[in-house]
């Protein structure tokens, strides 16, 4: 079984764990959002510095010699007109459906979307101990969180 997000949600917030262990996480982030687009959904990608937020942003505009994924940020302005909203500041001015955390930020605002995605990196043992930590208090919070780990062939639930 494979998914990502962009995938149709469960219902109140899909709360989903992707533990990166054979990528990094931009060209994860590419597909997960080029996914999300796809299904004609919006994104908010919060990162954990503005420095994040710009190498996001400049990754973005180069990954793919054939086009590009439409974003932008703060520094961009008009974000009611983005798709993809990349921000270090805990916001939704694009009103997204879909929130991906990375870089072990956070937000207070997870009931605002259909799908939160929290990715974390399998060899940045800081990464490891918050996602764990995070898992544990919202699961406490009464949320339902699913693990998805990398496959060979994509994404698989786990445990």
């Given amino acids: 079984m494979s998914e ?11 709360i989903r764990f992707y533990h990166l262990t054979r ?5 994860a982030l590419a597909t997960m959002l080029e996914r999300t687009l796809s299904r004609g ?3 908010v990608v919060l990162a954990s510095s503005e420095a994040r937020v710009e190498h996001l ?6 990954y793919d010699d054939r086009g590009f994924l439409p ?3 703060a520094r961009d302005g008009s974000a009611e007109d983005q798709p993809i909203w990349i921000a270090a500041a805990d916001e939704r001015p694009n009103d997204a459906d879909v929130l991906f955390l990375t870089d072990r930020a956070d937000s207070a605002r997870l009931d605002d979307y259909a799908v939160v995605a929290l990715l974390f990196d399998a060899g940045d043992d800081e990464q490891l101990a918050d996602a764990r ?3 544990t208090r919202w699961k406490g ?3 339902a969180p699913a693990y998805w780990k990398q496959t060979d062939t994509g994404w ?4």
């Fill in 141 to 143: 919070d009464g949320r």
């Fill in 4 to 14: 990502a997000p962009g995938d149709e949600p469960r219902g109140g917030p899909d």
């Fill in 41 to 43: 959904q919006k994104a």
């Fill in 133 to 135: 930590a995070r898992w």
């Fill in 57 to 62: 942003c400049g990754w973005l505009w180069t």
């Fill in 156 to 159: 698989a639930q786990a445990g």
């Fill in 23 to 27: 990528t990094p996480l931009e060209p």
């Fill in 71 to 73: 974003h932008g940020s």
